[in-house]
């Protein structure tokens, strides 16, 4: 057993580490990948600030996500049921530097921080089956997975944090529920054509027999075209899941 003078000692050292952390934070404090001001513990989230997120545009409506879906990937059969975002992705908004610190600078925590606030979001403006006090049975919280590759080179899925925020938010667990079949690279200097082609079969069903009937949420970090989202959703259409619902970050405008 500790005697009392051990006790003290150590309580003396963690308020002397406490005491320590707290000057770092105020002569070496973190910026906003927004805003840049500097961060001081006033904000919930990490690397972005309350004030930051509060100065991104909000995405566009479901409807308006599932038009572009049907515009972009052509035709009227669409996967997915309804497609929830937060912000806007616009080509010189301060929210590209959060996903690109997400996916290429292995902010995987602040990943996490983000999901949280989608989940959130989703209590209030998602699909009927997510809002308060009523999800019920036989409903998955799922992610886009990224390439197996890519998930070595990187050392984590930035969708898989993302959708582990938003069911530590919801109060739920997150379920592998894809796999990805090849490697299909970057899609950014794809046209919408060529994106769709790209992602067909792009990916197979992780866990069939239990998915049966079931109602999934999938979890990406951007909506774009859809195509990609499409293509997920539908290798879970085909291995018996009901309905998919999607919800991203933001959504490109």
């Known amino acids: 057993m500790l005697s009392t003078l051990d006790l003290l000692f ?20 973190q910026h906003c990948l927004i805003t840049g001001e500097p961060l001081l513990g006033e904000s919930p989230l990490r690397h972005v600030s309350t004030r930051g997120l509060d100065t991104c ?16 990937i052509g035709g009227d059969d669409i996967a997915f049921s309804s497609a929830t975002s937060l912000w806007a992705l616009e080509p010189e908004s ?14 995987h925590s602040l990943a996490v921080d983000l999901g949280k606030h989608l989940g959130e979001f ?6 009927a089956w997510l809002q308060a006090n009523t999800i019920h049975t036989n409903t998955y919280i799922s992610y886009v997975p990224v390439h197996k590759t890519r998930k070595r080179e990187r050392g984590y899925d930035q969708a898989q944090c993302i959708a582990q925020g938003v069911a530590l938010a919801l109060n739920r667990s997150v379920t592998q529920t894809l796999v990805r079949r090849r490697y299909t690279g970057t899609q950014t200097a ?5 994106r769709a082609r790209n992602m067909t079969d792009a990916f197979q069903s992780a866990c069939t ?4 009937g079931s109602t999934v ?8 075209t859809g195509a990609t989202l499409n293509s997920a959703a539908t290798a879970l259409l085909c291995a018996g899941v009901r309905r998919v619902d999607v919800a991203t970050l933001c959504a490109t405008i």
Request: a neutral charge.
């Open 10 to 29: 150590r309580r003396v050292a963690q308020a002397g580490c406490s005491l320590l952390s707290a000057l770092d934070t105020v002569l070496y404090p």
């Open 57 to 72: 545009a909000p995405a566009p409506e479901n409807h308006e996500l599932l038009l572009t879906a049907q515009k972009r």
């Open 122 to 127: 989703l209590k209030e403006r998602g699909p």
């Open 217 to 224: 949420l999938l979890v990406d970090d951007v909506f774009t």
């Open 209 to 212: 027999a239990s998915l049966r």
């Open 94 to 107: 301060s929210i590209n530097d959060v996903i690109v610190a997400i996916k290429y600078r292995g902010l």
């Open 190 to 194: 794809l046209s919408d054509a060529e």
